[in-house]
């Protein structure tokens, strides 16, 4: 049944792939934009994804005589050759001697000196659609920058890889992290358009601002679309595999499992030392820009391959898989070490964790979330931009 699953979705995919040719990305509608920043002093908030065709946003700009007088970094660095978590440094762009400021690290959004140097900031990133993926939360501070020194955000969309489905806890205000600002569920179901429009709507800025915001969206675009970002959104997000994995892999971040950091199959595997139950091993070691110290260093993990998993569950269940993090907790002959103190950030809440120790299955732990879901889908309805289908 699996195969004839996965059959009908590469059917899908390739159907969707011809349909793309009608796609049209926010970037790439130059002419709607262009007159609102022509002499302007511009900020842009761009990474390896801010691409037009084969040329980046910023020299596309500038060779149109916009006038960029700031780049800020997401996390990952403005080339997307960071690994998750490192520290980032500002720096200059090469190309263009402009002055890149890191939105990850000491400041996650722009300063005060920063904003009074701009007219408008332009924010053209591909997302991935979690909560825990950090571009979301880098808009949200953006946006704030811009609220409170009343400067425009001119949001270039793109669409999102993950939209088809909406699932997983809405995360409690104890648990607000750079991992997560919103109470919204792990896969929210919306572009970062849409996202601005409800961060904006729902009045989630400090102090209740609300950003003057300018919309570009894409063309020839909706939530149940299959996308795959031509150019990796993240360095251990290399494939649209990882991409589907991400949002349920991504829990096992906090806790003692390997998902694969160290690989060519990061966020496609996950695996522990010596682990009994699994069917396939790898070995992390350092990836510059990926890997520098991944866990398990040089140490050999069994534990399971799921890229054909991705397509053949994911895509069609519409839901995050659970079933890993409870196996994987169950064998563990060490369970007070399997989860750390990043786990609950991660989740939003403590209850999965709670219910995995205290023997919940699967179906149990996701009915705990769904009267969350049902109140978020109905706010969520305000601010969609594109159709379900």
């Known amino acids: 049944m699996l195969h004839f699953k996965y059959f009908i979705l590469c059917l899908f995919l390739i159907s969707s792939t011809i349909a793309l040719g009608q796609l049209k990305l926010g970037d790439e509608q130059i002419d709607k934009y262009i007159n609102t ?11 390896q994804t801010s691409m037009i065709g084969d040329m980046h946003l910023v020299d596309t700009l500038s060779r149109l005589g916009i006038n960029i007088v ?3 970094a997401p996390e990952h660095g403005f080339r997307g050759d960071a690994e998750a978590g490192a520290h980032i440094n500002s720096t200059v762009d090469k190309a263009t001697g402009v002055e890149i400021v890191s939105l990850y690290g000491k400041n996650y959004m722009p300063t005060v000196q920063d904003m009074a140097k701009i007219d408008i900031l332009v924010f053209d990133v591909q997302d991935v659609g979690t909560r825990f993926y950090t571009y979301l939360s880098t808009l949200h501070y953006v946006m704030q920058a811009c609220a409170d020194n009343k400067k425009p955000l001119l949001l270039l969309d793109r669409p999102n890889p993950n939209a088809f489905y909406i699932d997983g ?3 409690e205000s104890k ?4 991992v997560g600002l919103h109470p919204i569920p792990i896969v929210y179901g919306c572009t970062l358009a849409e996202m601005a429009k409800m961060i904006n709507g729902e009045k989630w800025l400090d102090k209740k601002k609300q950003c003057k915001l300018i919309v570009i969206p894409c063309t020839g675009y909706n939530h149940s679309m299959a996308y795959n970002s031509p150019i990796p959104p993240s360095p251990n997000l290399r494939s649209l595999e990882s991409v589907y994995l991400y949002p349920s892999l991504c829990l096992f971040e906090g806790t003692n499992v390997s998902v694969g ?3 060519d199959q990061a966020f496609e595997c996950i695996g522990l030392p010596k682990f009994a139950a699994g069917n396939y091993s790898f070995t992390p070691r350092v990836i510059k820009g990926r890997a520098e110290n991944p866990p398990y260093l040089n140490v050999e993990c069994n534990g399971f391959l799921l890229k ?3 397509m053949q569950f994911i895509r069609f269940n519409n839901q995050l898989y659970l079933d890993f993090l409870i196996g994987f907790y169950k064998n563990d002959v060490k369970k007070d070490a399997f989860f750390n103190s990043f786990f609950d950030k991660l989740a939003g809440t403590a209850s999965i964790r709670q219910m995995i120790i205290a023997g919940k299955d699967a179906k149990q732990i996701r009915e705990s979330w769904q009267l969350g879901i049902y109140k978020y889908k109905k706010i969520r309805l305000k601010y969609l931009i594109y159709p379900e289908k």
């Open 261 to 263: 950091r160290g690989t």
């Open 175 to 178: 648990y607000k992290s750079f």
């Open 70 to 72: 700031k780049i800020f």
């Open 308 to 310: 054909d998993f991705a």
């Open 37 to 47: 920043l022509q002499g302007k002093r511009v900020g842009v908030v761009v990474n």
């Open 169 to 171: 806890p809405i995360l």
